[in-house]
């Protein structure tokens, strides 16, 4: 007996780490995800991928600016309708905002201050069958802390998830350990959003509340980390399940993470 | 193999998935850096070395990344082991049938993954996931991991990446 384990040491070795692998999986499921050595990772992969990141912009920019200086002129006049149509928008927005302050002030409400925020690059987008991750160039001394929401002027991206100095790593919307509290604007039921790899979904939403395709979610504002009404995903798909009370609600993220290059982070 | 070798490959796994694969991902599935690497190792080492080689580099990426710590270490470790196995008994280096068994190898992981999110968290959309996505990450993952051992072994890079066990068998 003894000459077995010698003779197959290795191989019990690999089986017991597979087996505390499997255990430490186990373990998480329950109470949540360890986040061993995620810092120092962070710094060492953070490091090389701004390196990586420079370089290839380096090169790539370079012949990107003479292709794109053909579409430069037809880009202009369309971003000037634009501006002219967004300062109209910003004016009405202004008023509103200003009527609705009086207004909060009349009924006793805490006055609203805009969160302070910093323009953040995407250096790494994380590509793993298990989670959907992206690292940023800025870190805590820009401020950015733990927790903190990512956005995009169309949307939500994300949450801070972990922070070093110079770069932070964020967990997007989609991932499935990200869930976020919504309300579906038409309506302005609740829920919580799950990230499932491609989409999100709204689980345990009960089999009576009105929900359609099309309807967009937006922050409710109740999880402490997104402010409340920033647009999160719309609705493409119901399925309503006859032998429970609840409803299955699929939802495709509005902001196009694969293609975001900056975004914003929410300073608290 | 030689110890430098896979000090170079834990430091520039992440960095270079992150930010030059995923980048230039096609249809939003880019090929998977780690499996195409953990690929070659195991052909060259053998079940046992591919299999810690493969918990080893499924731990960083659980560490480099949002899932839980040992998932990926568990399925790089299984699938370093398997590629070990297919090395010794099967395939040789060279061999263009490598490009089948990778992309079937990377399907596996995506399915297995997606079942077990399904498992734990429930409402994955496996079968979307596997016919939106999986199917072309395998495709280019497939053709990643061929790339890379048509590389080291046209450069002979084999010869250096082995040396100690080349002295070894002499």
Same mark, same amino acid.
């Given at each position: ?127 793993? @069958? ?34 070093? @100095? ?60 997104? @402010? ?24 495709? @993220? ?15 | ?170």
């Amino acid at each position: 007996m003894p000459g077995f384990f010698e003779k197959n040491r290795k191989y019990i070795a690999m089986l017991a780490l597979f087996l505390l692998l499997f255990w430490l999986v186990t373990i998480q499921v329950k109470a949540g995800r360890f986040t061993v050595l995620e810092t120092p990772v962070l710094a060492v992969s953070g490091f090389f991928e701004r390196i990586i990141f420079g370089s290839y912009h380096a090169v790539f920019s370079v012949g990107r600016g003479y292709v794109f200086l053909v579409r430069t002129e037809r880009e202009n006049l369309r971003l000037k309708n634009e501006l002219g149509r967004l300062q109209l928008e910003n004016q009405i927005t202004n008023e509103l905002l200003a009527e609705n302050e009086r207004l909060r002030t009349l009924l006793g409400f805490k006055k609203l201050n805009p969160p302070a925020s910093v323009v953040v690059q995407i250096i790494g987008k994380e590509s793993s @069958p298990s989670s959907s991750t992206i690292t940023v160039n800025k870190g805590s001394s820009s401020g950015i802390g733990r927790d903190h929401a990512v956005i995009t002027p169309d949307g939500i991206v994300g949450r801070i998830q972990a922070v070093l @100095p110079g770069t932070s790593r964020v967990q997007l919307i989609t991932d499935p350990g990200s869930t976020v509290a919504v309300r579906v604007q038409r309506n302005r039921e609740e829920g919580l959003l799950e990230g499932k790899l491609d989409r999100c979904a709204l689980k345990y939403v009960s089999y009576y509340v009105d929900i359609q395709e099309g309807d967009l979610l937006v922050t409710s504002g109740l999880d402490g980390i997104y @402010p409340k009404g920033l647009p999160v995903a719309v609705v493409t798909k119901v399925r309503k399940h006859e032998a429970s009370s609840f409803q299955t609600v699929y939802a495709d @993220p509005v902001v196009r993470i694969s293609r975001i290059e900056e975004s914003l982070v929410l300073l608290k | 193999m030689r110890p430098r070798v896979y000090l170079i490959v834990f430091l520039l796994l992440i960095p270079l998935q992150a930010s030059l694969f995923t980048p230039l991902s096609l249809g939003g599935a880019a090929p998977d850096l780690g499996l195409a690497v953990l690929y070659s190792i195991g052909l060259l080492t053998g079940p046992i070395e591919g299999a810690f080689a493969g918990v080893a580099i499924g731990l960083l990426l659980d560490m480099g990344s949002a899932s839980m710590l040992g998932f990926s270490g568990f399925t790089r470790g299984v699938v370093g082991l398997f590629t070990g196995l297919l090395g010794r008994r099967v395939l040789d280096i060279q061999s263009p049938s490598n490009i089948i068994f990778l992309f079937v190898i990377s399907l596996a992981d995506s399915l297995f993954s997606a079942l077990f999110l399904e498992i734990t968290y429930g409402s994955v959309p496996v079968f979307g996931l596997f016919f939106g996505r999986a199917l072309l990450r395998a495709a280019t993952t497939a053709a990643a991991g061929y790339g890379i051992l048509r590389f080291i072994t046209e450069k002979r890079i084999v010869t250096w990446i082995r040396r100690r066990e080349l002295q070894k068998e002499l």
